[in-house]
């Protein structure tokens, strides 16, 4: 748990912060990255955003979005500031893994390591955690850091804006299961300081370009499965499928094309098989009592959350379909409750 008392003694006086996320961060991580930043600048402190790999264009909007160090394209740049750091916040991950080549530097590095997160299991690489897998997201507990810090009055428009993309990024505009009414009263809150929910709904879920569209109903009409025995469909893509379209596999967004196979009547789970060279990465969706974390985390070295999970294969995706469809019937009782 985190000494709050003591943390607040560490920034009462001018520091140098990096505030990091995993790869491909989504719109918690940017969420939560970009809205401490801003909070932490009020503070008076020398802050900067590094992120281990580029994000999809609907987060370039984002309030202080110009002056994120992209450790792929900059590294060492990134490098630098976090040896240079006195405090590093690990934001939206549990395991340094989770940040490629910048985790080894955090690891090595003196600065006071602060981690915000959700997911289960965290591994005990920082000084400080506030963490609670029950949060609906990061931006959630980087809410509630912000008032143990005395600071909810200093919430603006852009602090607001930052934490609305995270809320409804994670929470997928609030259809995800949540524990509390607590992410809408949250909601309600910034909604009084003056964000737009209209606009920033828009800018996060209806901002593709026409070549993303196209490929996802590609991918839905040409690469999923159906396997309604079991309530449950896959969809399989690799490089060739993304180079016909234009698709760069480091900016693609894949939550939308997981959203609309999981919009399928009558389906359960929805499992992403995505093959670019390398290992094959899975993400898994379900709904209801269907718990893909734990079936990653068996058989696909995976985890995240019960109804949102990824894993990963090191044999190709023919061979690693196979393998998935030869375990699938583990859930077969979950997956046929109503």
């Known amino acids: 748990m985190m000494q709050f008392d003591e943390v607040r003694q560490l920034l009462s006086q001018r520091k140098k912060i990096v505030l990091t996320n995993h790869n491909n961060p989504d719109g918690d991580a940017m969420g939560s990255a970009l809205g401490l930043c801003h909070f932490l600048r009020k503070l008076d402190h020398e802050v900067e955003v590094v992120v281990p790999t580029n994000y999809h264009e ?100 852009d602090i607001a804006t930052c934490i609305y993309t995270g809320l409804i990024s994670d929470t997928g505009r609030f259809k995800h299961a949540l524990f509390t009414r607590k992410p809408f009263d949250i909601a309600a809150d910034l909604y009084e300081r003056g964000i737009d929910p209209t606009e920033i709904s828009r800018q996060i879920f209806d901002s593709f370009q026409e070549k993303e569209l ?48 999981m919009s399928i009547r009558g389906i359960k789970m929805l499992v992403l098989f995505i093959e670019r060279g390398g290992p094959v990465k899975i993400s898994f969706r379900s709904r209801g009592d269907v718990n893909v974390r734990d079936f990653a985390n068996r058989h696909f070295d995976g985890g995240g959350h019960k109804n949102a999970s990824g894993g990963r294969s090191d044999v190709n995706v023919a061979e690693t379909v196979e393998k998935f469809l030869s375990v699938l019937p583990e859930l077969h009782s979950s997956l046929q409750e109503v």
Request: glycine share 6%; aromatic share 10%; proline share 1%.
């Open 214 to 261: 196209r490929f996802n109903c590609y991918c839905i009409s040409q690469k999923m499965t159906m396997l309604m025995e079991h309530h449950t469909a896959y969809i399989t893509i690799d490089q060739a499928d993304m180079d016909q379209f234009g698709i760069d596999y480091k900016t693609f967004e894949s939550g939308a094309l997981l959203a609309q196979g």
């Open 58 to 157: 609907s987060l370039h909007w984002l309030p202080g979005n110009e002056e994120v160090i992209v450790a792929e394209t900059q590294l060492q740049k990134a490098i630098d500031l976090v040896k240079d750091a006195d405090i590093v916040f690990s934001l939206d991950y549990n395991g340094l893994d989770r940040i490629s080549f910048v985790g080894k530097t955090i690891e090595a590095c003196n600065a006071v390591k602060i981690m915000i997160d959700h997911h289960l299991e965290p591994e005990n690489f920082a000084d400080y955690a506030l963490h609670d897998t029950k949060s609906s997201s990061t931006v959630e507990l980087v809410y509630d850091f912000i008032g143990m810090m005395g600071g909810k009055e200093m919430i603006d428009v």
